[in-house]
């Protein structure tokens, strides 16, 4: 009797802690990427077209799921492509691009700048990690097709951070995508994740805590958040030409990110890698003319897949 008394007793204990640590391991997501992503970015900064001596033509388009889409188009005579840029998690705003706008204008490329929901002008109150940004970009794909002025123009998708991440699964999702330049994506959320959280706790907590990630973006976005995320979607590349970006120390989204898509991607795949913790990959975001090494090598790869 007394035996399976103590028997129920130890039972007890270790349901109840089992129950504990799994409440204690679905609250690390929730309280660490509830402040992170239930927000609308308002940018401290923006920069208008002007502020770069160019003109461009702000518009608004809608996304399948009803959000308004905020967007500046950057026009380019007789145009070798159109260029979709995309901004990261918090910043920069992507009117920060107008300095590549600029020079891409120059060499005869179009570009839409383009606020993800919940940043700037568009829609939106949640931040949804690239799982659901691919939508926006659609959106812009969309109306770049039903412009006469574009029939039969490439279009390219650039994106930086999360742009980067939300840049590869779209050309993943939509075959109207012919190439992509990526910077500092990360190759899933749940990797980043994991990844700083280590760099603050115990490895092996991180490591419980992975996928606990995956159940609570899948709770919140209720997408398939196991196929939607950049190193899956990079496999659906097929042969279209990319360009992916990453600095050795960055500390926001480490070097392995960039491998992990690497060992996922099809083997035309092109890098460029830069020394130092430099997560936007220059110095120079806004004046990319002034590193010569990042923008000959942006110029060099739309050349050669977007010249004719």
């Known amino acids: 009797m007394q035996s399976r008394k ?8 270790i349901v109840g802690f089992i129950i504990l640590s799994i409440g204690f391991f679905i609250s690390i997501p929730v ?4 402040p992170i992503v239930n927000m609308h970015v308002d940018f401290e900064k923006a920069w208008t077209a002007e502020e770069f001596g160019l ?7 809608e996304t399948k799921d ?5 967007a500046w188009e950057v026009a380019a005579e007789d145009p070798k492509a159109v260029i979709i840029c995309l901004s990261g998690i918090h910043n920069p705003s992507v009117t920060a691009y107008f300095g590549h706008s600029r020079l891409l204008q120059e060499h005869n490329y179009t570009t839409i700048l383009m606020d993800m929901r919940a940043h700037g ?16 970009v659609k959106a812009i794909v969309d109306y770049i097709k039903a412009d006469v002025a574009y029939k039969d123009v490439p279009v390219v998708v650039f994106g930086l951070s999360m742009g980067g991440a939300t840049a590869i699964n779209a050309i993943g999702k939509i075959p109207e995508i012919d190439g992509l330049i990526s910077l500092s994506a990360y190759s899933s959320w749940e990797d980043v994740f994991y990844e700083q959280m280590a760099m603050q706790a115990p490895v092996f907590i991180a490591k419980m805590a992975k996928p606990f990630v995956t159940l609570y973006t899948f709770l919140k976005y209720r997408v398939n958040v196991w196929s939607i995320k950049p190193y899956r979607q990079i496999e659906n590349l097929g042969d279209r030409p990319a360009l992916l970006m990453h600095a050795k120390d960055d500390s926001q989204v480490p070097f392995a990110n ?4 690497i060992s996922h991607a099809p083997p035309h795949v092109e890098t460029f890698v830069r020394e130092g913790d430099l ?3 220059t110095e120079h975001f806004l004046e990319p003319e002034n590193d010569e ?16």
């Not at 009803?66 to 905020?70: A, P, V």
């Open 31 to 34: 309280l660490v990427m509830s």
């Open 258 to 261: 960039l491998e992990r898509l």
């Open 279 to 281: 997560h936007f990959i």
């Open 55 to 61: 003109e461009s033509k702000h518009f608004f388009v």
């Open 293 to 308: 090494e990042y923008i000959s090598s942006i110029l060099d790869f739309l050349e050669r897949h977007f010249s004719d």
């Open 121 to 136: 002008e568009s829609d939106g109150n949640v931040i949804c990690l690239g799982y659901k940004e691919y939508l926006d």
């Open 6 to 13: 103590k028997k129920k007793i130890i039972i007890g204990i």
């Open 66 to 70: 009803g959000y308004n889409i905020s």
